[in-house]
DNA sequence: TTGTACGCGTTATCAT
DNA sequence: ATGATAACGCGTACAA
């Protein structure tokens, strides 16, 4: 682990002074064989110049960061690569910060973040605070928040409405022909929980198309949004169903949550979606590879992080531009754990399984909305 | 966006010198009524201090780098929580980076990193250039390799043998009786393709086990590690099964290659494990999740990555230490898809399915290993 | 073209 | 206990 070598050292070792290092080194002019000299000097003593100082001197750290809850999370990642791409060309370097699991406050990595060590910021954060909300407000550098900021933040905005894709995932159950649907959210007291919880309470309130076609619906709590969550949380599910009328469709507030449970409820040798439907939200890979494919509401995730680049991208040049909120819509994507007949499941069984048998026996008793996704 | 505020302005504010205000704020003594009037005027002013100056003057970042070419990939994401349980209590934020979406140098991040941006780096460089090791060897910074460094670089180090991995995973296909496996690596020129492929050039090769059984073997290359290019490969190894002996095992070079050329198998209407055993490495969570439930090779991600923290920590308290090498054992873990009996292949499937059929089917031709996992 | 000198914001040393 | 000031390593304005 050698010692850091300093533009003094190089200059010396060169016969020059520290500034004609500078300059050689930043692609200012100097005589050619000044030039030379610095060049394999700064070679020779392995010269690196040092960030905190370049930064400091500067005010730029040439660095961005991404911070989420969990970059473990498909659908954080899926967003890392679209910020990825968004970012291309801009000259800085995109670090990531997965925040979750660590107890110490968001608020604090923020402000640690925007002060010196990154030039700009993109934030999609699980839960949020006044304060944090303030930290990112007060941020020296620009912020960018994928998610829901709050009513009156002045902050350039990414949002979705994920309420309204829980929405569509209900309105599609509905419409296959199930008759109790199940949400099973992630905590409440997160920004997504919240919101799509809020989504499925307006999907089955009173007067809506699902109340006045007679459907039940339970809501139950996952511990987080993982898959292990979605695992366990398959068992309270199955207490609803002791009730009367079985449980036939879930919601799930996201993907992963959703596989766990189909895991299980298919593993307790319930059929997916012969005896029970399944829905996710935000269309990470597994959904697509997971068998029975996972009908799930893309959020575009992807997609949000570009723009969020792109929206950082432009506050970086100009300050001054007005505040501005993206919108993105969700979209759902129909393959075969919801039961409605999709290319997909054709493709799939091209031989009749056990599976598939299920999945027929039901359609037959309900309208069919073919819908050619995948 | 707000503009910046120094310690300058807080010490005006609070008719102090600067001095007062940074021994306020580091929690050295003071008076109880400066001490109070630095506390108000630095809240007041929202005063956070600068991370560049102060890692130029303290010459620590209080940061720590992990690098890696995609965490997206879920290996390299649950490696990451390994290094976060093991930097727990560290003091430092773990900043991770996420090298192989864009194109610039590797070196050039690390060499960045090192000098300022970080106090130490844990790398897992997917493909290893003597410029690298060079780079790794003379950052200012102690770094720690997870994965081969090569021979002879004194570097901390944290390995598994993922060539003995993957024999274990052609012995088991061996022992259950299949008759041609084809291995699909992911790039070869990468530190783990190369590896791997040994591995199971090993197991294959003249006089060993597999060979003297008159197991056939063939070797597929993938676009890259990724489930995508696992479908890709499945038409790969439908092009070698045309010549003689179908093939009726695969072995991936990781799990996101596996499932994908599982899903693809199973689209095409092939069961799993009935007519084709797959098994991958590195038990990613969706191996477990899967159906039917991926065979893999486990590589101790997580484990590694812990280690790879308490080394780091270890030599960032004492940079003489002697260097280190730690090594992690692989180990199988056998599941459904490559149709050994398993516990979780009993659980799974209370009533016979279309796929379980064909696997009792099959196992009735082979001998039985009993292995209860999952 | 090159060198000297200053300042970025912080912490730490040394007087007072 | 507190204040003035040096120093971290860099880039650059200004002088030569």
Same mark, same amino acid.
């Given at each position: 682990?050698?010692?850091?070598?300093?533009?003094?050292?190089?200059?010396?070792?060169?016969?020059?002074?520290?500034?004609?290092?500078?300059?050689?080194?930043? &692609?200012?002019?100097?005589?050619?064989?000044?030039?030379?000299?610095?060049?394999?000097?700064?070679?020779?003593?392995?010269?690196?110049?040092?960030?905190?100082?370049?930064?400091?001197?500067?005010?730029?750290?040439?660095?961005?960061?991404? @911070?989420?809850?969990?970059?473990?999370? =498909?659908?954080?990642?899926?967003?890392?690569? %679209?910020?990825?791409?968004?970012?291309?060309?801009? %000259?800085?370097?995109?670090?990531?910060?997965?925040?979750?699991?660590?107890?110490?406050?968001?608020?604090?990595?923020?402000?640690?973040?925007?002060?010196?060590? @990154?030039?700009?910021?993109?934030?999609?954060?699980?839960?949020?605070?006044?304060?944090?909300? +303030?930290?990112?407000?007060? @941020?020296?550098? =620009?912020?960018?928040?994928?998610?829901?900021?709050?009513?009156?933040?002045?902050?350039?905005?990414?949002?979705?409405?994920?309420?309204?894709?829980?929405?569509?995932?209900?309105?599609?159950?509905?419409?296959?022909?199930?008759?109790?649907?199940?949400?099973?959210?992630?905590?409440?007291?997160?920004?997504? &929980?919240?919101?799509?919880?809020?989504?499925?309470?307006?999907?089955?309130?009173?007067?809506?198309?699902?109340?006045?076609?007679?459907?039940?619906?339970?809501?139950?709590?996952?511990? +987080?949004?993982?898959?292990? @969550? %979605?695992?366990?949380?398959?068992?309270?599910?199955?207490?609803?169903?002791?009730?009367?009328? =079985?449980?036939? $469709?879930?919601?799930? $507030?996201?993907?992963?949550?959703?596989?766990?449970?189909?895991?299980?409820?298919?593993?307790?040798?319930?059929?997916?979606? &012969?005896?029970?439907?399944?829905?996710?939200?935000?269309?990470?890979?597994?959904?697509?590879?997971?068998?029975?494919?996972?009908?799930?509401?893309?959020?575009?995730?992807?997609?949000? %992080?570009?723009?969020?680049?792109?929206?950082?991208?432009?506050?970086?040049?100009?300050?001054?531009?007005?505040?501005?909120?993206?919108?993105?819509?969700?979209?759902?994507?129909?393959?075969?754990?919801?039961?409605?007949?999709?290319?997909?499941?054709?493709?799939?069984?091209?031989?009749?399984?056990?599976?598939?048998?299920?999945?027929?026996?039901?359609?037959?008793?309900?309208?069919?909305?073919?819908?050619?996704?995948?």
């Amino acid at each position: 682990m050698p010692r850091r070598t300093t533009v003094t050292e190089v200059a010396e070792r060169a016969g020059v002074s520290i500034a004609s290092v500078s300059r050689v080194l930043n &692609g200012l002019g100097a005589r050619p064989d000044t030039e030379e000299r610095v060049r394999r000097a700064a070679l020779e003593l392995g010269y690196v110049p040092d960030a905190a100082a370049k930064a400091l001197k500067l005010g730029r750290s040439l660095q961005l960061a991404f @911070a989420v809850d969990d970059i473990a999370n =498909p659908v954080y990642a899926q967003m890392m690569h %679209g910020v990825e791409s968004g970012l291309l060309g801009s %000259g800085s370097r995109l670090l990531v910060s997965s925040t979750g699991r660590r107890p110490d406050d968001l608020v604090e990595l923020v402000q640690g973040l925007s002060r010196g060590a @990154a030039d700009g910021l993109i934030i999609s954060p699980l839960r949020r605070s006044p304060q944090l909300i +303030d930290a990112l407000v007060k @941020a020296p550098v =620009p912020v960018v928040v994928i998610g829901d900021a709050g009513p009156d933040a002045a902050l350039d905005t990414v949002r979705t409405d994920s309420a309204r894709g829980v929405e569509a995932a209900v309105a599609h159950l509905v419409a296959t022909g199930r008759r109790r649907i199940a949400f099973v959210n992630g905590p409440a007291d997160t920004v997504p &929980g919240r919101s799509r919880l809020e989504g499925f309470t307006r999907a089955t309130a009173p007067g809506s198309d699902a109340e006045r076609a007679g459907i039940r619906a339970d809501v139950v709590e996952a511990r +987080d949004f993982t898959v292990a @969550a %979605g695992e366990v949380a398959w068992s309270r599910v199955v207490a609803a169903t002791d009730e009367g009328t =079985p449980v036939d $469709a879930v919601v799930a $507030a996201n993907d992963l949550i959703a596989l766990g449970l189909a895991r299980a409820a298919l593993t307790a040798g319930r059929s997916v979606p &012969g005896d029970l439907a399944v829905v996710g939200v935000d269309d990470i890979e597994m959904a697509a590879i997971f068998r029975p494919s996972l009908t799930t509401v893309s959020l575009e995730a992807h997609e949000r %992080g570009r723009l969020a680049a792109e929206l950082l991208l432009r506050r970086l040049e100009n300050p001054q531009a007005p505040v501005v909120g993206e919108f993105v819509a969700p979209r759902l994507v129909v393959r075969e754990s919801s039961g409605a007949p999709t290319e997909a499941a054709i493709e799939a069984a091209p031989t009749p399984t056990a599976e598939n048998a299920h999945q027929r026996t039901r359609q037959r008793t309900r309208p069919v909305t073919p819908r050619g996704q995948r």
